[in-house]
């Protein structure tokens, strides 16, 4: 079985920082990309960033700047540090990774997190 379980989420004021981590555990064999996504109340859940196993990134435009994600092959773990904070960044946010396990180890199914949740207070 795999695990994926995000931490780091909390309350915080606006012009704030807070950074998130996700990691992967479980009968991993290898984990190919990982990626946040966030959903606010009343919104389709959304890809705002993400990160290839070879350090590629990619953001949805209107982060640019302010979040940066990153990742730690060697413990199977995915951050988004989140600056600047504004409160329509308010959601549950999850993190999504692409892995093999070690009883299937060249088919990748995507693992979700629980969620956490952000909240950006004015």
């Known amino acids: 079985q795999v695990q994926v379980a995000e931490s780091g989420g909390g309350l915080v004021q606006a012009g704030g920082s807070l950074r998130l981590s996700c990691a992967a555990s479980g009968s991993i064999f290898s984990v190919n990309a990982m990626g946040w996504y966030r959903q606010a109340p009343g919104n389709q859940r959304e890809l705002i960033a993400s990160?290839?196993?070879?350090?590629?990134?990619n953001y949805v435009d209107s982060l640019k700047g302010r979040f940066t994600i990153s990742r730690d092959n060697a413990k199977n773990t995915v951050f988004l540090q989140m600056n600047s904070l504004r409160p329509d960044d308010t959601a549950v946010y999850y993190c999504?990774?692409?892995?093999?396990?070690?009883?299937?180890?060249?088919?990748?199914?995507?693992?979700w997190g629980q969620g956490t949740q952000v909240t950006v207070s004015s």
């Open positions: 990160i290839t196993s070879e350090g590629r990134t």
């Open positions: 999504n990774a692409r892995i093999s396990t070690s009883y299937s180890r060249y088919f990748y199914s995507d693992y």
